[in-house]
Nanobody, 123 residues
Framework: QVQLVESGGGLVQAGGSLRLSCAAS????????MGWFRQAPGKERELVTT????????YYADSVKGRFTISRDNAKKMLYLQMNSLKPEDTAVYYC????????????????WGQGTQVTVSS
């Protein structure tokens, strides 16, 4: 079993920054791809970014490319999401998720999820 706990969400003005963290406990963390997803009110949960198990390769949705950065610290079992130049459309609940050996863009491939952290960007 894996437990994932997100933190770092909050209210920020447009153009501001936030850093989300995801703490993992339980089984091996370092051998698995990780991802950040988000869900806005009335919308489906969507993929934001993924990272390979060793952190060597990342993927970003077009909507966040150039503004968000995913990273991980396997020794600390931590996943991060640095969000810069935030926009009101970034408002959502953000979830970290643990996937398989290789990252995918399919939500169903991520087996373990955190409880989410709210990010609200005011205009």
């Amino acid at each position: 079993q894996v437990q994932l706990v997100e933190s770092g969400g909050g209210l920020v003005q447009a153009g501001g920054s936030l850093r989300l963290s995801c703490a993992a406990s339980g089984r091996t963390f370092s051998g698995y791809a990780m991802g950040w997803f988000r869900q806005a009110p009335g919308k489906e949960r969507e993929l934001v970014t993924t990272i390979t198990s060793n952190g060597g390769s990342t993927y970003y949705a077009d909507s966040v490319k150039g503004r968000f950065t995913i990273s991980r610290d396997n020794a600390k079992k931590m996943l991060y999401l640095q969000m810069n130049s935030l926009k009101p459309e970034d408002t959502a609940v953000y979830y970290c998720a643990l996937g398989g050996r290789y990252p995918t863009t399919r939500r169903d491939d991520y087996r373990y999820w955190g409880q989410g952290t709210q990010v609200t960007v005011s205009s």
